[in-house]
C-alpha cells in the first residue's frame, strides 16, 4: 500500500520518535509511507476551546492536504494519534456545516472515512497483529480516553502489544481512567488535572513496569512528567516506538524520565538512541518523504 501519514503537531514539533517509528515499521512490512508537505494541524485545539470560525482555514488544509488519497494518489492515511484521528473523524465535518460550507463538510467526511490511528492501520487495514517485534521489557499500556471513548480502537494495541516477542505485558490498574491532560483541561482544571495524574502513576508504578506505553504522545507527555517528578523509574513510549523494535534493530524508547542514578543526555542522537535530542520534526527524519 501507499500510505500518507499525518504526524500531528505535537509529535511533529516535540515527539518525532512515534512517527519515524510509525515510518519505519510501516516500511519494514512492506509499505510505501509519504509526507504531504502542505499538512499542518488538524484543528483540535481551535474546535476544543470553542474558536469554530478560526478553526476552518485549519480544516479547510487538512482536507485539501489528504484528498489526493481519494484519487487513488494514496491508499490511506495514518496518524499516530487516536486523539487526532477522532478530530477528524468527529470535529472537521461538525464544524464546516456549522459554519455553513457543505461542500467542505463532505470532503472532509470522505477523508475521514479512510484516516486511521497506527492499531487501526495494522488490525483492521493490513490483516496483521504479529508485525515481527521484539520488545524484551516489562510493559504495562495505557488507552487514552480518545482512543477508547472517541473512535474505538478497542483491544486493537493489546492484540499487536501480545505478539511482540520477549514483552511482559502486565495489566494496568483502572486502565480506563483518564490520565488527567485532555489539553487545555489540565491548564483550566490545574488541581484535578494534576490529582487524576497522580493516581494514574501510581497505578503504573504498581505494575513494576519498566515502559508505560500509549498511542498518544500527549498523554504521555502528561504522565512521562509525573513520573519523572515523582523520581520514578519508568519510561514511557508510543505504541509504534515498541512495534518498531526488532531483534537486529532494537528501538530504546527516547523520551523519558531520566533512570534513578542517570544525569540525562544532551546529545543530538538518532530517535530511539535512548537520547533525548532526537530530530525537531518527523518530516526530516528516517524515511519520511
Known amino acids: 500500500m501507499r500510505i500518507a501519514i499525518f504526524p500531528t503537531c505535537i509529535a511533529d514539533a516535540m515527539f518525532p520518535y512515534a512517527p519515524v517509528a510509525t515510518v519505519r515499521l510501516l516500511e519494514r ?30 480544516i479547510r488544509n ?9 484519487d487513488g494518489e494514496w491508499d490511506a492515511v495514518v496518524a499516530p494519534s487516536a486523539s487526532c484521528v477522532g478530530s477528524v473523524r468527529h470535529q ?19 477523508v475521514a472515512e479512510r484516516t486511521y490511528d497506527l492499531s487501526e492501520l495494522l488490525v483492521d487495514v ?26 474505538k480502537v478497542g483491544d486493537r494495541p493489546l492484540r499487536l502489544l501480545r505478539a511482540v ?43 513494576g513496569a519498566e515502559v508505560v506505553v500509549s498511542g498518544d504522545y500527549s498523554c504521555l507527555m ?18 509504534a516506538e515498541v512495534l518498531v523494535a526488532t531483534a537486529d534493530e532494537p528501538w530504546e524508547p527516547a523520551v523519558l524520565p531520566p533512570r534513578r542514578g542517570e ?13 533525548a535530542g532526537a530530530p525537531a520534526s518527523a518530516a526530516a527524519a528516517g524515511g519520511a518523504r
Open 62 to 70: 487538512y482536507v485539501r492536504s489528504f484528498e489526493p488519497m481519494l
Open 29 to 58: 512490512l512492506g509499505h510505501e509511507v509519504v509526507f504531504p508537505a502542505d499538512q499542518a494541524c488538524c484543528g483540535q485545539m481551535h474546535v476544543n476551546t470553542g474558536y469554530y470560525r478560526m478553526a476552518m482555514p485549519v
Open 222 to 239: 502528561n504522565i512521562g512528567g509525573r513520573l519523572s517528578r515523582d523520581g520514578a523509574d519508568v519510561r514511557v513510549a508510543h505504541l
Open 165 to 207: 516477542r520477549g514483552i511482559d505485558l502486565v495489566p494496568l490498574p483502572e486502565a480506563e481512567s483518564c490520565c488527567g491532560f485532555g489539553g487545555t483541561f489540565a491548564l483550566k482544571n490545574a488541581e484535578t488535572s494534576t490529582a487524576m495524574v497522580a493516581d494514574k502513576a501510581d497505578h503504573i508504578v504498581a505494575t
Open 126 to 151: 493490513l490483516g496483521v497483529e504479529d508485525v515481527g517485534a521484539t520488545f524484551p521489557h516489562r510493559v504495562t499500556y495505557h488507552p487514552t480516553c480518545h482512543s477508547l471513548r472517541m473512535i
Open 263 to 275: 544525569a540525562g543526555c544532551a546529545c543530538d542522537g538518532p530517535p530511539g538512541s535512548g537520547c
Open 92 to 110: 472537521q465535518a461538525m464544524v464546516a456545516r456549522q459554519e455553513g460550507d457543505e461542500a467542505l463538510a463532505r470532503q472532509a467526511e470522505r
